[in-house]
């Protein structure tokens, strides 16, 4: 049984920067899409990155591309969304996700592909 386990959300002001880290145990495979989204209150839940933990192929959602970054160690069984330039949209519950490495591709943003969540890390920016 796989199991997420996300940290280092906290309240920035606009511009500001966050690193939120998502710890996995549980890992039977070595390839995973693994991915980070987000769902702000009374709006759906969307992808904002994801990446193919084999083939270190990375997708981003417009909205975030140039801004936030994913990236993993394998060695730590951790991935991790480095977000810049933060704006008050980006506030949100942010959370980490496993799915079968085909998802990542055209379907890395539906969040009905991914069998396995974290229990989300608050984000929240000031202006």
Request: proline share 2%; hydrophobic share 35%.
């Amino acid at each position: 049984q796989v199991q997420l386990v996300e940290s280092g959300g906290g309240s920035v002001q606009a511009g500001g920067s966050l690193t939120l880290s998502c710890a996995a145990s549980g890992v039977t495979y070595v390839t995973y899409c693994m991915g980070w989204f987000r769902q702000a209150p009374g709006k759906e839940r969307e992808g904002v990155a994801a990446v193919n933990t084999g083939l270190g192929s990375t997708y981003y959602a417009g909205a975030v591309k140039g801004r936030f970054a994913i990236r993993q160690d394998n060695a730590k069984k951790t991935l991790y969304l480095q977000m810049n330039s933060l704006k008050p949209e980006d506030t949100a519950m942010y959370y980490c996700a496993a799915a079968d490495p085909r998802v990542c591709g055209t379907s890395w943003s539906a969040h009905y592909q991914y069998n396995y969540w974290g229990q989300g890390t608050q984000v929240t920016v000031s202006s």
